[in-house]
């Protein structure tokens, strides 16, 4: 599980704040927000909103796709695919297209259609969950 310093849209500031509750993963991020009632538990003792909470833990599902590491988090960056949901919100097509063309843009290595493929589908059974 990468860890919650990975997440690109948290402070600094909340970053020690969830740190300080034991969250150091996004695997215990996702873990602890798994509801609505837990979400807006870790929001109260943060002193955040359950938006905030809300994108982290988009952002947590995307990072947690298989084969999913650093590289991969630069290059959807630079797609504008920051969370699941900026994934979700593309058609297959699109998606490919996009990560392609970012990773050219970074002159990193293309990943391979199975895995565009694969985390195009993962991103689909999160979201049917």
Not at 21 to 38: A, C, H, K, N, P
Not at 99 to 120: F, H, N, Q, T
């Amino acid at each position: 599980m990468p860890p919650i310093a990975q997440l690109q849209r948290l402070p600094e500031l909340l970053l020690d704040r969830l740190e300080r509750q034991g969250i150091f993963t996004t695997g215990l991020l996702l873990e602890v927000s798994e509801t609505r009632t837990r979400r807006q538990t870790l929001a109260d003792q943060v002193q955040v909103t359950t938006n905030d909470v809300e994108a982290w833990r988009d952002e947590a599902l995307l990072l947690n796709l298989a084969g999913f590491g650093p590289d991969e988090q630069a290059i959807f960056a630079q797609a504008g695919i920051v969370g699941l949901r900026d994934l979700l919100a593309l058609d297959q097509a699109t998606f490919t297209e996009r990560v392609v063309k970012a990773a050219r843009i970074l002159g990193a290595p293309e990943p391979d259609p199975l895995s565009i493929e694969g985390w195009y589908l993962q991103a689909q059974t999160l979201e049917e969950e």
